[in-house]
Protein backbone atom coordinates (compact mmCIF):
# COMPACT_ATOMS: atom_id res chain seq x y z
CA UNK A 1 0.00 0.00 0.00
CA UNK A 2 1.93 3.25 -1.01
CA UNK A 3 0.59 5.94 1.66
CA UNK A 4 -0.71 8.90 -0.57
CA UNK A 5 0.20 12.94 0.02
CA UNK A 6 -1.63 16.18 -1.38
CA UNK A 7 -4.27 15.11 -4.13
CA UNK A 8 -5.11 12.02 -2.56
CA UNK A 9 -8.95 12.45 -1.15
CA UNK A 10 -10.21 12.16 3.21
CA UNK A 11 -11.86 9.26 3.62
CA UNK A 12 -14.60 9.74 5.81
CA UNK A 13 -17.10 6.49 7.03
CA UNK A 14 -20.54 6.20 9.26
CA UNK A 15 -22.66 3.40 10.20
CA UNK A 16 -24.71 4.79 7.45
CA UNK A 17 -25.44 7.94 6.21
CA UNK A 18 -25.40 10.14 9.31
CA UNK A 19 -21.74 10.77 8.56
CA UNK A 20 -22.86 12.87 5.94
CA UNK A 21 -23.15 16.16 8.34
CA UNK A 22 -19.54 15.91 9.25
CA UNK A 23 -18.79 15.36 5.69
CA UNK A 24 -21.35 18.59 4.85
CA UNK A 25 -18.57 20.31 7.98
CA UNK A 26 -15.47 19.43 6.09
CA UNK A 27 -16.53 20.28 2.79
CA UNK A 28 -17.39 23.80 4.06
CA UNK A 29 -13.76 24.06 5.87
CA UNK A 30 -12.32 22.32 2.82
CA UNK A 31 -13.49 23.56 -0.21
CA UNK A 32 -10.29 22.24 -2.08
CA UNK A 33 -9.69 18.71 -0.78
CA UNK A 34 -11.14 15.58 -2.64
CA UNK A 35 -13.45 13.55 -0.53
CA UNK A 36 -14.66 10.39 0.02
CA UNK A 37 -17.77 8.76 1.94
CA UNK A 38 -18.39 5.66 2.23
CA UNK A 39 -22.01 4.29 4.77
CA UNK A 40 -22.15 0.92 6.24
CA UNK A 41 -25.96 1.54 5.61
CA UNK A 42 -26.28 -2.35 4.60
CA UNK A 43 -25.34 -3.07 8.26
CA UNK A 44 -27.14 -0.01 10.30
CA UNK A 45 -28.60 0.79 12.74
CA UNK A 46 -25.17 -0.62 14.51
CA UNK A 47 -27.38 -0.28 17.56
CA UNK A 48 -27.02 -2.96 19.78
CA UNK A 49 -24.26 -4.98 17.28
CA UNK A 50 -21.45 -6.07 19.58
CA UNK A 51 -18.04 -4.75 20.00
CA UNK A 52 -16.63 -7.31 17.72
CA UNK A 53 -18.80 -6.90 14.94
CA UNK A 54 -18.23 -2.70 14.81
CA UNK A 55 -14.54 -3.25 15.70
CA UNK A 56 -14.65 -5.65 12.64
CA UNK A 57 -17.07 -3.38 10.18
CA UNK A 58 -14.72 -0.12 11.13
CA UNK A 59 -11.36 -1.94 9.77
CA UNK A 60 -12.92 -3.04 6.72
CA UNK A 61 -14.42 0.63 6.14
CA UNK A 62 -11.05 1.87 6.93
CA UNK A 63 -9.48 -0.52 4.30
CA UNK A 64 -11.97 0.43 1.58
CA UNK A 65 -11.10 4.19 1.90
CA UNK A 66 -7.04 3.17 2.16
CA UNK A 67 -7.86 0.79 -1.23
CA UNK A 68 -9.23 4.40 -2.71
CA UNK A 69 -6.02 5.94 -1.69
CA UNK A 70 -7.01 7.92 1.50
CA UNK A 71 -4.74 10.21 3.15
CA UNK A 72 -6.70 10.55 6.08
CA UNK A 73 -9.42 8.46 8.12
CA UNK A 74 -12.23 10.26 9.73
CA UNK A 75 -14.76 8.16 12.06
CA UNK A 76 -17.54 10.16 11.25
CA UNK A 77 -19.61 7.95 13.98
CA UNK A 78 -19.71 8.53 17.96
CA UNK A 79 -20.34 4.71 18.14
CA UNK A 80 -17.76 3.71 16.31
CA UNK A 81 -15.38 5.92 17.62
CA UNK A 82 -16.79 4.80 21.64
CA UNK A 83 -16.05 1.42 20.68
CA UNK A 84 -13.33 0.76 18.09
CA UNK A 85 -11.11 3.99 17.72
CA UNK A 86 -8.33 2.86 19.73
CA UNK A 87 -7.62 0.17 17.84
CA UNK A 88 -8.01 1.47 14.64
CA UNK A 89 -5.44 4.31 15.28
CA UNK A 90 -3.09 1.41 16.33
CA UNK A 91 -3.26 -0.13 13.11
CA UNK A 92 -4.00 2.35 10.50
CA UNK A 93 -1.28 4.04 8.72
CA UNK A 94 -2.55 7.29 7.86
CA UNK A 95 -3.86 9.88 10.05
CA UNK A 96 -7.26 9.23 12.19
CA UNK A 97 -9.87 11.58 13.12
CA UNK A 98 -12.94 11.04 15.21
CA UNK A 99 -15.77 11.95 17.29
CA UNK A 100 -16.09 13.39 20.92
CA UNK A 101 -19.64 14.42 21.98
CA UNK A 102 -19.77 18.20 22.17
CA UNK A 103 -20.13 17.57 26.51
CA UNK A 104 -17.16 19.92 26.90
CA UNK A 105 -18.50 23.06 24.67
CA UNK A 106 -21.78 22.55 26.64
CA UNK A 107 -20.53 22.56 29.93
CA UNK A 108 -18.92 25.85 29.30
CA UNK A 109 -22.29 27.59 27.90
CA UNK A 110 -25.09 26.29 30.20
CA UNK A 111 -26.63 28.38 32.40
CA UNK A 112 -28.93 26.20 33.96
CA UNK A 113 -26.68 23.66 34.79
CA UNK A 114 -28.41 21.09 33.55
CA UNK A 115 -27.02 19.36 29.63
CA UNK A 116 -29.23 17.26 27.69
CA UNK A 117 -27.24 14.43 25.68
CA UNK A 118 -29.08 12.43 22.93
CA UNK A 119 -27.36 9.62 21.36
CA UNK A 120 -27.39 5.43 20.44
CA UNK A 121 -27.42 3.72 23.61
CA UNK A 122 -23.99 1.84 22.94
CA UNK A 123 -22.67 5.65 23.07
CA UNK A 124 -24.34 6.86 26.38
CA UNK A 125 -23.40 3.58 27.92
CA UNK A 126 -19.83 3.95 27.06
CA UNK A 127 -16.80 4.51 29.66
CA UNK A 128 -15.64 7.26 27.70
CA UNK A 129 -19.31 9.78 27.64
CA UNK A 130 -18.90 8.85 31.64
CA UNK A 131 -15.20 9.80 31.73
CA UNK A 132 -16.07 13.07 29.63
CA UNK A 133 -18.90 14.00 32.10
CA UNK A 134 -17.24 13.51 35.12
CA UNK A 135 -14.07 15.76 34.07
CA UNK A 136 -16.51 18.65 34.00
CA UNK A 137 -17.28 18.45 37.67
CA UNK A 138 -20.36 17.96 39.98
CA UNK A 139 -22.05 21.58 39.20
CA UNK A 140 -23.29 19.88 35.70
CA UNK A 141 -25.43 17.66 35.40
CA UNK A 142 -25.88 15.46 32.83
CA UNK A 143 -29.00 14.00 31.61
CA UNK A 144 -27.93 10.66 29.55
CA UNK A 145 -30.50 9.98 26.61
CA UNK A 146 -30.70 6.85 24.48
CA UNK A 147 -32.87 7.40 21.06
CA UNK A 148 -33.18 4.15 19.66
CA UNK A 149 -35.31 4.18 16.63
CA UNK A 150 -33.98 7.66 15.18
CA UNK A 151 -30.66 6.66 13.46
CA UNK A 152 -33.42 4.51 10.96
CA UNK A 153 -35.16 7.05 10.42
CA UNK A 154 -32.72 9.29 9.32
CA UNK A 155 -31.16 6.13 7.12
CA UNK A 156 -34.67 6.62 5.13
CA UNK A 157 -34.31 10.30 4.82
CA UNK A 158 -37.81 10.69 6.81
CA UNK A 159 -37.05 13.73 8.65
CA UNK A 160 -40.69 15.10 9.10
CA UNK A 161 -43.21 11.85 9.60
CA UNK A 162 -45.08 11.85 12.49
CA UNK A 163 -43.18 8.61 13.77
CA UNK A 164 -39.72 10.76 13.62
CA UNK A 165 -41.85 13.00 15.42
CA UNK A 166 -42.81 11.23 18.04
CA UNK A 167 -39.76 9.87 18.80
CA UNK A 168 -38.34 13.28 19.13
CA UNK A 169 -40.93 14.09 21.62
CA UNK A 170 -40.67 10.99 23.91
CA UNK A 171 -36.82 11.87 24.03
CA UNK A 172 -36.68 15.67 23.83
CA UNK A 173 -39.58 16.57 26.00
CA UNK A 174 -38.53 15.16 29.93
CA UNK A 175 -35.18 16.56 29.19
CA UNK A 176 -36.57 20.24 28.91
CA UNK A 177 -39.33 19.85 31.67
CA UNK A 178 -35.84 18.51 33.84
CA UNK A 179 -33.98 21.98 33.11
CA UNK A 180 -31.89 21.40 30.42
CA UNK A 181 -30.85 24.17 28.72
CA UNK A 182 -28.40 22.84 26.42
CA UNK A 183 -28.77 19.53 24.03
CA UNK A 184 -25.92 17.93 22.58
CA UNK A 185 -26.33 15.68 19.62
CA UNK A 186 -24.40 12.42 20.27
CA UNK A 187 -24.47 10.63 17.19
CA UNK A 188 -23.72 12.16 13.77
CA UNK A 189 -27.30 11.18 12.10
CA UNK A 190 -28.86 13.89 14.86
CA UNK A 191 -27.92 17.17 13.03
CA UNK A 192 -30.31 16.38 10.08
CA UNK A 193 -32.89 16.17 12.99
CA UNK A 194 -32.01 19.79 13.71
CA UNK A 195 -34.51 21.88 13.21
CA UNK A 196 -37.39 19.84 14.55
CA UNK A 197 -35.09 19.34 17.42
CA UNK A 198 -34.68 22.86 18.20
CA UNK A 199 -38.76 23.30 17.70
CA UNK A 200 -39.54 20.94 20.27
CA UNK A 201 -36.69 22.27 22.43
CA UNK A 202 -37.77 25.84 22.25
CA UNK A 203 -35.68 28.82 21.46
CA UNK A 204 -33.94 29.35 24.39
CA UNK A 205 -32.37 25.86 24.19
CA UNK A 206 -28.76 25.60 22.37
CA UNK A 207 -28.36 22.68 20.45
CA UNK A 208 -25.06 21.76 19.72
CA UNK A 209 -23.75 19.27 16.99
CA UNK A 210 -19.91 18.81 16.63
CA UNK A 211 -19.63 18.63 12.91
CA UNK A 212 -17.63 22.15 13.06
CA UNK A 213 -15.34 20.82 15.63
CA UNK A 214 -14.17 18.27 13.53
CA UNK A 215 -13.84 19.78 10.70
CA UNK A 216 -11.95 21.35 12.59
CA UNK A 217 -9.41 19.45 13.83
CA UNK A 218 -9.24 17.59 10.50
CA UNK A 219 -7.83 20.79 9.01
CA UNK A 220 -5.76 21.26 12.03
CA UNK A 221 -3.90 17.42 11.25
CA UNK A 222 -3.94 18.25 7.81
CA UNK A 223 -1.98 20.77 8.37
CA UNK A 224 0.13 18.93 10.78
CA UNK A 225 1.06 15.64 8.74
CA UNK A 226 1.92 18.47 5.24
CA UNK A 227 -1.20 16.20 3.51
CA UNK A 228 -2.82 19.74 2.87
CA UNK A 229 -3.83 19.66 -0.94
CA UNK A 230 -1.98 22.41 -2.78
CA UNK A 231 -4.08 24.76 -5.10
CA UNK A 232 -7.96 23.61 -4.79
CA UNK A 233 -10.05 23.70 -7.64
CA UNK A 234 -12.16 21.26 -8.86
CA UNK A 235 -12.53 19.30 -5.45
CA UNK A 236 -14.48 16.01 -5.68
CA UNK A 237 -16.88 14.61 -3.45
CA UNK A 238 -17.48 10.37 -4.11
CA UNK A 239 -20.08 8.69 -2.48
CA UNK A 240 -19.92 4.83 -1.63
CA UNK A 241 -22.47 2.53 0.31
CA UNK A 242 -22.97 -0.91 1.42
CA UNK A 243 -27.08 -0.92 1.05
CA UNK A 244 -29.17 -1.34 -2.17
CA UNK A 245 -27.44 1.71 -4.64
CA UNK A 246 -30.82 2.87 -5.43
CA UNK A 247 -32.19 3.50 -2.39
CA UNK A 248 -28.71 5.04 -1.46
CA UNK A 249 -28.44 7.12 -4.25
CA UNK A 250 -31.94 8.48 -3.21
CA UNK A 251 -31.43 9.26 0.59
CA UNK A 252 -27.27 10.56 0.22
CA UNK A 253 -28.66 12.43 -2.25
CA UNK A 254 -31.39 13.83 -0.50
CA UNK A 255 -29.29 14.68 2.77
CA UNK A 256 -26.05 15.87 0.87
CA UNK A 257 -28.80 18.54 -1.00
CA UNK A 258 -27.97 17.33 -4.48
CA UNK A 259 -28.21 15.19 -6.71
CA UNK A 260 -24.86 12.10 -6.18
CA UNK A 261 -24.25 9.28 -7.30
CA UNK A 262 -23.10 6.36 -5.44
CA UNK A 263 -20.69 3.17 -5.73
CA UNK A 264 -20.17 -0.13 -3.82
CA UNK A 265 -18.20 -0.82 -0.90
CA UNK A 266 -17.39 -4.07 -2.33
CA UNK A 267 -14.76 -6.85 -0.67
CA UNK A 268 -11.31 -6.36 -0.11
CA UNK A 269 -8.88 -9.04 -0.62
N1 LIG B 1 -24.05 7.92 13.25
C1 LIG B 1 -23.79 6.93 14.28
C2 LIG B 1 -23.27 7.61 15.54
O1 LIG B 1 -22.79 8.73 15.48
C3 LIG B 1 -24.96 5.98 14.42
C4 LIG B 1 -24.63 4.66 15.07
C5 LIG B 1 -25.53 3.47 14.81
O2 LIG B 1 -25.69 3.06 13.64
O3 LIG B 1 -26.06 2.91 15.77
O4 LIG B 1 -23.29 7.05 16.61
Not at 31 to 42: C, F, K, R
Not at 73 to 88: F, M, Y
Not at 155 to 169: K, V, W
Amino acid sequence: MNLPQGEAPIGVFDTGVGGISVLRAIRLALPGENLLYAADSGYAPYGDRDADFIKGRALHLTRFLLAQGAKMIVVACNTITVVAVKELRAWCPVPVVAMEPAIKPASKVTRSGVVGVLATSQTIASASVARLCESQGDHIKFLLQPCPGLVERVEQADLTSDATRALLLKYIEPLIANGADTLVLGCTHYPFLMQQIQAIAGPDVLVIDAGAPVAKEVVRQLGLNKLMRAGGGNAKTSFFSSSDLDTAQTVMSALWGERVTVGEIGRIE
